[in-house]
Nanobody, 118 residues
């Protein structure tokens, strides 16, 4: 079974940086895009960043200029570099591999906590 294993979360001060990693246990054929979502207490899960199989990227307005998504296909890994972190970035972050099809197929990481606080 394919597993997505996340790492890199933790506690940082405002203005600090973290780099999240999400590694698939094996290559997954036909992935359309990979991305990162986050969910704060009492809020809906939101898309933070996505990178398509062709390499194009998109970011939530709240993180543009601060976060960068990247991938290493050889390692089946997607990254999220987070700079200039704000308390509002505090959430559980989930990576996602979207395969599509019918029915739609998504793979999800287990979630990693990011806390931005003094």
């Amino acid at each position: 079974q394919v597993q997505l294993v996340e790492s890199g979360g933790g506690l940082v001060q405002p203005g600090g940086s973290l780099r999240l990693s999400c590694a698939a246990s094996e290559s997954i054929f036909g992935i359309i895009s990979t991305g990162w979502y986050r969910q704060a207490p009492g809020k809906q899960r939101e898309l933070v960043a996505v990178i398509t199989s062709g390499g194009s990227t998109n970011y939530a307005d709240s993180v543009k200029g601060r976060f960068t998504i990247s991938r290493d296909n050889a390692k089946n890994t997607v990254y999220l570099q987070m700079n200039s972190l704000k308390p509002e970035d505090t959430a559980v972050y989930y990576c996602n591999f979207y395969k599509g099809g019918f029915p739609r197929k998504d793979y999800w990481g287990q979630g990693t906590q990011v806390t931005v606080s003094d």
